[in-house]
């Protein structure tokens, strides 16, 4: 069976309904975890090769970056990209600095509109339909270079982990998915670019106070920008989210 993270629009009736709700779910977040899976912090799979280490030090935060060679090879897990490579990024971070509660709250509950707080590009989000309260739902965000994209998003809480430091309190993670859609709630605009991407997020308590953050994407900006050129600047892009991120739990989100 084909995965569904590709780069294709699925359309609202493709979306799993009361009935085989929780069999395309499982098939979506299997897919997903093979991805996650794929980018190891030991040693990633092939395809994915190293690319560019970007150090934070506003933050105190570095961050891994790998792509795929080819959008011939996608990693394991991911489908059709129709051309486009996929791009990750991986970063480490100290509970006692930003405690897994923050990413929780920041990235699983309300992961959309919280967005459009920490991501400067980011202008408008507009919810399209929710298709299970508190899981999935159909979005419309706004970035401000006259683009849009429309995209079904699941944030799952992942099954905990035994902790061999602490028994008594398991490691928790959580997932994130963004799969491009079309809705009949949001057209393509005839003054807007319609990008389109597909992407994974985790979220992973380890050992020693370590929380790991890793998202993988393939994405097509639309409009007249060389594919070259944003598959080029992908990694750097993908990286900037992780300070804007922490200064915007600095100075938002709740205590945990």
Request: proline letters at 10%.
């Amino acid at each position: 069976m084909s995965s569904p993270l590709t780069l294709r629009p699925g359309a609202p009736e493709s979306l799993p309904g009361d009935a085989d709700y929780a069999l395309d779910r499982g098939r979506i977040l299997a897919s997903a975890r093979q991805l996650v899976a794929s980018l190891s912090p030991t040693l990633p799979e092939a395809p994915w090769h190293r690319g560019k280490v970007y150090s934070h030090k506003d933050v105190d935060v570095a961050t891994e970056t790998f792509s795929t060679a080819s959008p011939q090879h996608p990693p394991p897990g991911a489908g059709d990209c129709e051309g486009f490579r996929w791009h990750a990024r991986r970063s480490t971070h100290r509970s006692d600095k930003v405690s897994y509660d923050h990413f929780r709250q920041g990235l699983l509950v309300d992961h959309t509109p919280n967005e459009r707080e920490y991501v400067e590009s980011c202008t408008q989000v507009e919810q399209l339909e929710i298709l299970r309260e508190g899981e999935f739902e159909d979005v419309n965000p706004f970035p401000a270079a006259k683009r849009d994209f429309v995209f079904s998003i699941l944030t799952v809480d992942n099954p905990t982990r035994p902790s061999s430091a602490d028994p008594s309190r398991p490691l928790r993670s959580f997932i994130v998915i963004s799969i491009p859609m079309t809705h009949p709630k949001a057209p393509e605009k005839e003054d807007y670019v319609r990008g389109r991407y597909v992407s994974v997020e985790e979220v992973r308590e380890e050992e020693g106070g370590r929380i790991v953050w890793t998202m993988a994407v393939s994405s097509d900006a639309g409009g007249r920008i060389p594919r070259f050129i944003s598959e080029r600047v992908m990694p750097q892009k993908i990286s900037e989210d992780v300070p804007s991120f922490l200064k915007w739990v600095q100075k938002s989100a709740p205590a945990s």
